[in-house]
């Protein structure tokens, strides 16, 4: 059971990279996933999170007011898998980027880091920088 994080890498200003978490072992669809990012000396912050696929309520998603507009969230819940689309990069953007997931959490509790979730991916580093 685990997640796995993939994508990062050495972007310019201005570039875009989309962040990749496949999960194996459970079904993802089940549950609320994000990504959070984390820079030396900072704790660990939400950036992105959507709902599970069984919510009653539809899928909800948030987003961290300094990416709002930037990046997007996406689940392919075939492939097990949800994606973190980021545009307009920025060099505050750089940081390490985990994903992170809780079957009985809501969307809104896990970007907060209200609970603890049950899963975390692995950390993908992306460096935007020219």
């Known amino acids: 059971v685990q997640l796995q994080a993939s994508g990062g890498g050495l972007v310019q200003p201005g570039g875009s990279l989309r962040l990749s978490c496949t999960a194996s072992g459970f079904a993802l669809a089940h549950y609320a996933i994000g990504w959070f990012r984390q820079t030396p000396g900072k704790e660990r912050e939400g950036v992105s999170c959507?709902?599970?696929?069984?919510?009653?309520?539809?899928?909800?998603?948030y987003y961290a007011d300094s990416v709002k507009g930037r990046f997007t969230i996406s689940r392919d819940n075939a492939k097990n898998t949800v994606y973190l689309e980021m545009n307009a990069l920025k060099p505050e953007d750089t940081a390490v980027y985990y994903c992170?997931?809780?079957?009985?959490?809501?969307?809104?509790?896990?970007?907060?880091?209200?609970?603890?979730?049950?899963?975390w991916g692995q950390g993908t580093l992306v460096t935007v920088s020219s």
């Open positions: 959507i709902s599970s696929s069984i919510m009653s309520t539809g899928s909800r998603t």
């Open positions: 992170a997931s809780d079957k009985t959490a809501s969307a809104w509790q896990l970007f907060s880091l209200f609970v603890s979730p049950d899963y």
